[in-house]
């Protein structure tokens, strides 16, 4: 009842008599009330209803308003950390310098206002979400903290009053436990329901929780009451279950309890009657299977409970008693919930983390005790969480929910630790990392398909595929980073046990067998799935794990890891089969185990000075570990020979992986490192033999020319050779973890990544392996990356390439670094792609011819190594065992008899082998100076194991197996048919039979066979009953090979010694190369670059310099060199052996020869093709006076390749590219460009560029004048005109007509659309649209057009009149033909019109009608001559504003003004004047006055001095018949030079002040009797000011701001100055137009002598006065008398009575002068720009854009690709490039730093003006590091704006189709 009578009541008065209630200390009435209150209004039945949240607002509030009361909660606020917390695609940043944890981030607000000068940090875009952990000195060092967190806030924050919280401390468990009723109520599991049910459920409570968040946001206080209600257990038990008879509480709570039920990691059902043991069945979700039987066991020994009656399962696999395995149970129980957190929490991940409950969650974890409470809950839930995730169908967000939570828990040490002691997070993450994995478990097939026990993860599974795995495995490496978290993992040896399990699941994954047939069908692509989880699940963890070994104490951890590898490892071998012999064809990159024994390996030895032996098994386990990874070595090879071709792509895909940047540290170094160490342990004759035994090449190393292999086709022997050859040389040269020091590791890393490239900064970063681990920082050691850089390499700053291609700025390689660093043997280690081999070896090349070291074709060159740590001392025993010496031997001798497949890199390798064993001598051995005697050596080839010694001894003979038809068989029988007497013995038999006794006999795998069972035997004796009988060499055959092999004997008489001098005479291609003198004096040192023969050279120089006895044989070697067999002549067998290599040899040759002959004639052809651009011609078909006077101008036609002239049948024409440009418009006053504005105040204000006010001005005029009149006295085209531009290359009309037609019907994706007329010029290749004919020029008249004329002015004046009149006679269409026959149709004509056609299209609409009546023809006439004046104009900017620079420009080449003007004059003959209106009249004669003309209610004329004059010099011109004569061209300039003075004198009068006018008014009137005063700007300028000063109105409309233009006093200097700078812009047009008209040369001159120069040209005045004087009066010539003429000018000024003063002025006050077109200034720092403009909302939608754009021509901030801005289905960046560039756009992407260009129809990326500290740009701003402006690319950019070179420079555009 209460309740009711209280709902009633306002909301305010009803909450302040509550809270007033309340506040007593007898409270019980009013919480009676407010009890009854909220069950009406909370009811959950009602389901989520707004007017409860009205309520709730109210009550908290206790009678204030909601926000007041806020306000008042957050003056309370005493929180000192930021904790913002973001989702997705927020900006953040993350400084390095300031963090602890490596996932430490900071919002934008902290970052700038905290101090990071010089810090390392980063923007980026969070992918996961997160929050600002600004304030928490756990994750971030304390100077790093902003400002307002800096201070300990809390402390002087007053105690909240205990009062003002007192509502929400009661109402508040009551809105809570409604939203938890209503997700209980909602929740539906999966299964039956559809995901969209859960999603509603959300919306409805989208509210609530949003006013929750709200709540948080309210500061400390109002968190604190959260946390407390929270994490009430009281509260939650009084609430939860529903109170009294709620049916519908109840019902809820049921729900609760059976979704409860599923919580567990394993259920109640599969736990069956197992009780606290859970014996888990094999259901498929089964618990953990462990490795077999001696798992289980050694796992029950662990944990002392006998229980080993598991039934035997799938693959035999044993199962486990998770009892056994974890320590505490309750991990695989069902939750149980104490508080509201908990629940809370529960039904988020039922939900699967909808976004609003995760921001609610965390927006409270600035409170600490809700932080450590929510990080104990969250871990008790960890096992659910994961266990939602597996079933999640949304994978991907909800791993991201999940990180995003867990690495603001997990990041803080002093949390984990606490969770980790008192929750078990450890056991719980690899229980569950285990039970995640189970899942997708398969028996592994690796070695014993049958009977292997192992099983592996499939990784074709969605778990492993989408990689499900990462949010549990990021989290567990977070956890192990923290020091003390890793120490408690590493000291629990259940857990690690557990851990190597879970690690084998990975061993041996993903295995490939190779195809031997059929190509395989479907090629996997699970090989990716396969190293992400090696990477992410085992090698991270790893690392991680490596930090914390890094210190002597730690030497147990370290031994406890490498027991446990072992056994495993062990436990693998069995599982798996093995004996001792890997099975053919199968391959797996993946072997985990192998490789974390090997890096704890390493780094014991290395970092904890434990001793080898200690660490290692015993020497069978050796062998055992040794065979895979040498497996994967072998196979690697294979593929690169294309042996594993029928895999398909992927094979490879996957050999690159894992020799790749981000694994080879995981990988490839681990598996050499392992092999190195048993390499250093094993036997090295056994190791060497199974070397070549994998590599498949033991049947090649034979003495005989020819040899059967069974394995290998004949083609992949000699990669096969070279790939065991290189990895022997890496095996013994590589020190990476066997003595080089971290920063040692660094530096060659560095170099042979630069030696392959040159490289950006950032992939160099990328590209040296760092050690994954977060926390160890990018490179370990002492010397930073950057310092290490700069050691090793210089810097080249970004340039520009001519093509337009920008470079970033590279690091390359320093000249002592390829001196004495370059290493050849790393490269080929870290190579992906071979060609990075052949690039570092061509660099090399490069180098040493630039340095002059050697100019041939060099040979890798020899690397001394850094000395090995003690405990490896024994790989140095490979190099000096006879095996070894034996192959290199017998390659020796192979590759001096020209035997099949060896090639210069076996030869090489050969030789580095050998040197490497010269400079490493086994220590213990003395080796013996005397020299042993040979005859007692028969049973083996060398007498010891030394290097040194064996180089010299001499082998006489060998016995080999070869074929029947066999070269030396053939020898043989020819030496038995040519024997008549036996030379030396009595019978044949007998010297066959000494010979047999002395004939060495070798078999690697007998020799591996026989090693192996020796160390078989020694370990244990009951083995030897099943020893293998051994295999003689002549019995052991390679089954099913074919029977005709015989035995014969080779006689040899060699040694290493002698063979190496014979090769080094085959090498130099000449007899006795070598004098022992000359070897005397070779230097090692000196001797390191070069070919071959310095290699040999080399070895020999160290041979004899380090053996007395070698030295000996060496002289002797020399002194009695014989000339070796010629082995080309053995038989035809062996013409094959010229084999390959010099057939390649010489094809290259060839083929550089073609090349040459190939490039003089392209250069030949490009002379005479592009003699156009030199720069005396400016374009081919000007006249100039070098053309022979009779000729005509001859075309080349570049399709057809004829040349002739231009006739009006077949007309040619010049390749032009029409584009509409506003370019001119852009222009401002101010030499200083725009400022971008990236702060509100600022703004660009776009009146008062040229084209708005040439608008503006022709739309006064045409308010008062008569529009016709109106349309000739202005030019248009300043925005939207439309240019020209050639590449000064021409064809025929016809031939390029059916060129169009053959481009239609190419189906190649051009860049350019055919249809619209466009094409690329078919020599050069550049962009064009249309083709300009040329007139046929009829060179004769050149002459006469060019003599000077002695003509009186007059009689000129009269001339050129009467050829107006001409022109005037007819009106203005009248019948073509009758009146002038050369426009009768011709096709000439007819293409003329075709491209005026072309040049209306260029441009939009808009930008041609400007007149009252649209498409008469004086508008077309208006358009037609603005044409040539935009053309003209934009020609002079290009040539930089004036004229000085002379005739040479880039702009000229580019000019086809004469041929433009010839089109344009022949369609304006359509036209005439009216003569009655002819302005030449008003020029040159003084009329009566015209008064009657006036009476006509039509606008007046528009007068003289309001015309622009420029523009009547181009009518003018272009409606006389041409050609015209240079004298008429001059009288025209001249007359309109009068105009242009006069209008130039009236400008500056009314600038001046009125006192000043007065002044200057007396002093002209007094100098206007003299002589000459026509000539004398004063006179004439007294002369405009009394005669303006009669219009009243003129002067004193702006005689009120007169003082503020006359700052300045105006001297007679300044006057003249300024007349001449007023009179330049025309005197420019019309010098340049003369230039194109009559070929005239454009001499230079300094800037302050162009008005004396250009005057000179123009012939205004005629001897060339000395600069100083030049007065620019005294170039006027007038016809009549200049007083008259300017006072009837003056006076059509104020005969117009109807124009205001204030319009007037406006008019008769212009200033033809601009600046240069210039793009906006840019600010120096590109986060400038980002910060204000990547929040910014869009002016026309009013939210923030996806994808923000800047235009930098103007300024607009548009939206890219942006639907809401579109208008009719075209976006906003190309509507706004229509607008602002007439369809030229460029366009700063602000996301991306990035500019793009809109050219019409197409755009391209352009690249970007922002660049990093190290000159790289970063698009998408990925990297995020800060980045600063380019002057000179952005200066690229705006010279191609201006010279609109868009399309020829940039070459990859594409299409837009409107959608930008």
Known sequence: MMAASLLRRDKKTTAAHLKADLRRTDNSSGQRQLQELLDSVLNPERGSDPEALEWCKWLLAGGEGFDEFCRTVRSYDNATLCGLVWTANFVAYRCRTCGISPCMSLCAECFNNGDHTGHDFNMFRSQAGGACDCGDGNVMRESGFCSRHRLKTGENVPLVPRDLLLMSEMVLPRFIITIIQYLRDGYVEPESAADRDLQKVLQQLEPQISFLEELTKMGGAMRTVLTKILTNQQTFKELSMGQGENVYAKKNYEKYLSALKTSGLVSAEERGSGGAAAGATESPGGALCLLGATAAASLEDSSKEEDQDGLQGVGQRKRVKLSSSTKDPSIMDTLKHKCFLEELLFWTIKYEFPQKMVTFLLNMLPDQDYKITFTKTFVQHYAFIMKTLMKSHESDTMSNRIVHISVQLFSNEELARHVTEECQLLDIMVTVLLYMMESCLIKSELQDEDNNRHVVVNCGEALLKNNTYWPLVSDFINILSHQSVAKRFLEDHSLLLLWMSFVSFFQGMNLNKRELNEHVEFESQTYYAAFAAELEACAQPMWGLLTHCRVKETHEYTKTVVRYCLETLQMWFDAIGFVDEPSLNQLTFHLPLHRYYAMFLSKGVKCQGLDLDSLLPDQEMLMKIMVHPLQIQASLSEIHSNMWVRNGLQIKGQAMTYVQSHFCNSMIDPDIYLLQVCASRLDPDYFISSVFERFKVVDLLTMASQHQNTVLDSEQERPMLEGALTFLVILTSLRIHLGMSDDEILRAEMVSQLCMNDRTHSSLLDLIPENPNPKSGVVPGSCSFEEMLSAVADFKAPVFEPGGSMQQGMYTPKAEVWEKEFDPIMVILRTVYRRDVQSAMDRYAAFLKQSGVHTGNPWPPYKERTPLHPCYRGLVRLLHCKTLHIVIFTLLYKIWMDHQNMSEHVLCMVLYLIELGLDNQVQEDKVEEEPCIEEHCHDSWFPGTSLLSNLHHVINYVRVRVPETAPEVERKRERERERETPASTSTESSTFGQNLREAQVFSLVAERRRKFQEIINRSNHEASQAVRPKSSSSRWLPPGSPPQLVTEILEIRESMLSLLVKVHQKLSAKQNSLSFSRLSEVDPAQHSHGDGITAIERILAKASARSRHSKRCLQDICGKVSPPIPPKKNSPGDKKSMDKEERRQRARERQQKLLAEFASRQKSFMETAMDVESPEGDAVMDMSTSEPLDSEVLYDCVICGQSGPSTEDRPTGLVVLLQASSVLGHRCRSETPKRLPTTDEEHIYPEDTCGAAHDVRLSVMQSYFKDSSCLQSVSIGWDGGVYVQTCGHTLHIDCHKSYMESLRNDQVLQGFSVDKGEFTCPLCRQFANSVLPCRPGRGTETGIWHA??????????????????????????????????ILAESNLSKEMESVIKDIKNTTQKKYMDYGRNPGSPDNDFLFMYSVARTNLELELVHRGGNLCSGGA????????????????????????????????????????????????????????????????????????????????????????????????????????????????????????????????????????????????????????????????????????????????????????????????????????????????????????????????????????????????????????????????????????????????????????????????????????????????????????????????????????????????????????????????????????????????????????????????????????????????????????????
């Not at 004329?1349 to 009106?1371: C, H, R, W, Y």
């Not at 003129?1594 to 007349?1619: A, C, G, M, R, T």
């Open 1348 to 1381: 000077p004329s002695n003509k009186s002015m007059a009689t000129l004046v009269k001339e050129v009149e009467d050829l107006q009149e001409q022109l005037g006679i007819f009106p203005v269409r009248a019948s073509v033909k009758q009146r002038d026959p």
């Open 1449 to 1860: 420009s880039a702009a000229a080449k580019r000019s086809c003004l004469n041929q433009l003007f010839h089109v344009l004059a022949m369609h304006m003959r359509l036209y005439s004047i009216d003569s009655a209106y002819n302005p030449w009249t008003r020029l040159t004669q003084t009329t009566q006055s015209r008064e009657p003309e006036f009476c006509d209610d039509e606008r007046p004329e528009v007068p003289m001095l309001f015309r622009d004059v420029p523009s009547l010099l181009i009518i003018f011109i272009l409606t006389m018949p041409q050609p015209l004569r240079r004298e008429h061209f001059t009288c025209v300039v001249k007359v309109l030079y009068s105009l242009q003075y006069t209008q130039a004198l009236v400008a500056l009068s009314i600038r001046f002040s009125r006192e000043e006018r007065r002044a200057w008014s007396h002093t002209g009137a007094a100098k206007k009797n003299m002589p000459n005063s026509n000539k004398s700007w004063e006179s004439l300028l007294g002369h405009v000011i009394s005669e303006l000063t009669k219009a009243k109105d003129v002067y004193d409309s702006n005689s009120e701001d007169s003082s503020v233009l006359s700052s300045s006093v105006w001297s007679p200097q300044s006057i003249e100055f300024s007349l001449q700078q007023i009179c330049l812009p025309f005197l420019r047009l019309s010098c340049l137009l003369q230039h194109h008209l009559y070929g005239d040369g454009l001499p230079g001159c300094p800037v302050d002598e162009e008005f004396s120069l250009l005057t000179g040209c123009l012939g205004l005045h005629a001897s060339v006065q000395s600069t100083g004087s030049m007065s620019s009066a005294s170039c006027l010539e007038w016809n009549v008398n200049a007083f008259d003429l300017i006072s009837q000018w003056c006076s059509e000024v104020f005969s117009l009575a109807d124009t205001p003063a204030q319009q007037s002025v406006s008019l008769l006050a212009q200033d033809p002068q601009w600046a240069a077109p210039r793009l906006l200034q840019l600010p120096d720092n590109y986060n400038t720009i980002f910060q204000y403009y990547h929040r910014k909302f869009c002016t026309s939608c009013n939210k923030t854009p996806k994808d923000p754009a800047l235009c930098l021509v103007c300024g607009a901030f548009v939206c890219l690709k942006g639907h809401c801005c579109k208008q009719q289905g075209i976006c906003e960046c190309v509507l706004h490039s229509q607008h602002c560039g007439a369809a030229t756009g460029i366009f700063l992407l602000i996301n991306a730093s990035v500019i793009i260009i809109i050219r019409g129809h197409r755009f391209c990326l352009w690249g970007s003006v922002y660049l990093d500290a190290h000159g790289e740009e970063d698009r998408d701003l990925r990297r995020g590091k800060p980045l600063y402006l380019c002057e000179e690319r952005y200066r690229v950019l705006e010279q191609q704006w201006v010279s609109h070179t868009f399309d020829h420079i940039n070459k990859r555009w594409g299409p837009h189709y409107n959608g930008l």
